[in-house]
């Protein structure tokens, strides 16, 4: 239930590992699907519950609930062994709550939400191993984890960094790259259409250097999709093959 | 106090008038509102206005050991701060997603561009460095927080000066303002925050939103750059899908406006730096122009009349006016009106219709309950 794909990058010598893992990684049947992400040396574990109505006991969450889409529901947090230093990282700290909130408005545009009204997505993602890229791998193992549960999405999202070294743009920045100091672009990308779905840039670029960076990025996103395109299917095939019996 | 909710005619009107490409104070698509910007009398307090939303920054510093991971660096903290008195919609002490998104997004342009020159603020390495805290208070919101917020901010911290030190050997002596002038911070350059409203499906964009049209807007997309056209920080929000060459037209549209808005807040500078050297008056009381009624008035909304001469020459003019029929003293009757369809009881009679109107006689009709009726001023008549 593995593939070890090698996908070289754009402008640079190194190539980068993206494996990745999907499939029942737990036994509650709550959670309906989970995905495990390993991107570089980054690696995350991720599981989507299953779309549950909006339970009219519970106070308050029925006024959180919309008439005509469904909520979804983000919450990001880091183990505390993911970082070099050991770090404790309390719970609603500003950057977790942002990236959560960054990684729900990436996936109210690309969930087709208007099939589940008054029901809630709820997608948890944990980091295991940070190693720069966190949104990205965020966002490209929520793509997979939601495929896997069967929820239906306009396309991929596919995410992936870009920085500026020296006047050559690189694609799928490491931690060392993107605290150096250097510029560093995270795209979220719809392949198909080209859209753009969160687009993220830190450090200073000049305004020339912008169109370059953000094909740059744009290419990653695309090579991404492929992979995991490719893992779906063959994910599928296994699944269906164990199934039959 | 849960902030009203936006009807949907509101909301039909607000995108309608966007598709037409119009708004509601009469600006153009990529036309700011009106920015004023005013220091206090303290160093690092500056207050802005555009248009209506206010923002106050504060900026302070103090002695603090560094962090272990920069011994040689000072520390900036940014905090921004949503009260009830900036809209009704916001509750005291509650981490909103709005209060997150600024906080961050303020953190990110000020700090990962590295405006301030932090090696700096170090007095001795590893063990005391200055910490400039920069606190952020929306005073009121009529939409477009971040801009404002990022303009207070650098201007504050442009503004702003830290005491004088002095080292010798192991003594670190502070110097109060009236001992040593305080210092300046080191500032390369201003990063500026721009913000774009996007409707209808990333079709239609504005420039500095109020906050009517932030309520019907799909997303956001939020440029900090500096007037050299470096871009400090891009952010976009909202779940919007964009084009790539939508940003790169924004990120254009943003450069113009940020040279102008450093140009605005260098010339306020300026200004207060003259003042305080001619020992002239300074500070927010003496921004305020006084003897000016506040209550109880309202400015001219610009407001576009060009369309106006196409529907007005659809009103009919009638042709005949019927002369004024005086009821009793004080009330008159043009006319007869239309009958009253509210759908009274059938007990009610319908008023006797007078069919002498149409001679120029003023004619008093009483519909008084009073037996006798006492007309005063019978001469007048």
Not at chain 1, 163 to 185: I, M, N, Q
Request: glycine residues 6%; contains cysteine.
């Amino acid at each position: 239930m593995s593939s070890e794909i090698w996908s070289p990058c754009i402008l640079r010598d190194q190539e980068r590992c993206l494996l990745v893992m999907m499939g029942e990684l737990s036994e509650d049947l709550r959670i309906l699907s989970t995905c495990k992400l390993l991107q570089h040396d980054s690696q995350l574990l991720e599981a989507v519950f299953r779309t549950h109505r909006l339970s009219y006991e519970t106070r308050g969450s029925r006024s959180k609930s919309l008439h005509d889409r469904a909520v979804i529901n983000c919450q990001y947090s880091m183990a505390t062994f993911s970082t070099a230093e050991r770090k404790r990282r309390p719970h609603g700290d500003r950057k977790s709550s942002e990236m959560s909130l960054h990684l729900k408005q990436t996936f109210e545009a690309a969930v087709l939400t208007e099939l589940y009204p008054r029901s809630q997505i709820d997608i948890y993602v944990k980091i295991l191993q940070a190693d720069g890229g966190n949104y990205s791998a965020c966002v490209n193992a929520a793509t997979l984890a939601l495929v896997d549960a069967g929820i239906p999405m306009r396309d991929y999202v596919c995410a992936c960094t870009a920085g500026f070294v020296e006047d050559t743009p690189l694609a799928d920045l490491c931690h060392a790259e993107e605290s150096g100091g250097g510029t560093s672009l995270a795209l979220a990308l719809l392949p198909r259409s080209g859209n753009i779905a969160l687009l993220q840039m830190d450090a200073r670029l000049h305004q020339d250097h912008l169109d370059a960076l953000i094909e740059a990025a744009m290419t990653a996103c695309k090579g991404v999709s492929k992979v995991l395109d490719g893992v779906v299917r063959q994910h599928l095939e296994e699944v269906s093959v164990l199934t039959r019996d | 106090m849960r902030d009203t909710p936006l009807s949907n005619c509101e909301r039909r009107f607000l995108l309608k008038a966007v598709e037409e490409k119009k708004r509601l104070d009469g600006r153009q698509t990529y036309d700011y509102r009106n920015i004023k910007i005013t220091f206090g009398t303290d160093y690092g307090c500056c207050i802005v206005e555009l248009g209506r939303t206010r923002v106050l920054c504060q900026v302070s510093c103090e002695l603090v050991p560094p962090k272990d991971s920069r011994p040689t660096e000072g520390i900036m903290f940014f905090n921004l701060e949503l009260s009830p008195m900036a809209s009704p919609a916001f509750e005291p002490n509650r981490q909103s997603e709005l209060l997150v998104m600024l906080n961050r997004q303020l953190e990110r342009c000020l700090r990962n561009s590295k405006c301030i020159d932090t090696e700096s603020l170090c007095v001795v390495s590893g063990e005391k460095v200055w910490q400039i805290r920069v606190d952020v208070h929306v005073l009121n919101h009529d939409g477009n927080l971040m801009d404002a917020a990022s303009i207070a901010a650098i201007s504050a911290l442009s503004h702003f000066r830290r005491p004088d030190v002095a080292i010798q050997g192991r003594d670190i002596t502070v110097f109060s303002p009236e001992e040593r002038d305080p210092i300046p911070l080191s500032i390369y350059h201003m990063p500026i925050c721009v913000s774009f409203a996007f409707f209808l499906q990333g079709s239609y964009l504005l420039v500095d939103p109020c906050e009517r049209e932030e309520r019907v807007k799909d997303g956001l997309l939020v440029i900090a750059m500096n007037k050299h056209r470096e871009i400090c920080s891009i952010q976009s929000s909202g779940g919007i899908m964009l084009l790539k060459d939508q940003v790169l037209r924004c990120s254009k549209i943003a450069s113009v406006k940020v040279s102008e808005i450093t140009e605005l807040i260098n010339k306020a500078l300026e200004n207060d730096r003259k003042i305080r050297k001619e020992g002239g008056k300074f500070g927010f009381a003496e921004s305020m122009p006084k003897e000016r009624i506040t209550a109880l008035k309202r400015d001219e909304a610009p407001v576009e009349m060009t369309d106006v001469q196409e529907t007005a020459s659809e009103i009919n003019i009638l042709r005949y006016v019927s002369s004024p029929v005086l009821v009793a003293m004080g009330t008159a009757q043009v006319g007869e009106g239309i009958v009253n369809s509210w759908g009274l009881d059938e007990d009610e009679e319908d008023e006797p219709q007078t069919e002498d109107t149409k001679t120029d006689e003023v004619m008093v009709i009483s519909d008084s309950e009073e037996e006798e009726v006492v007309i005063l001023n019978e001469e007048a008549q």
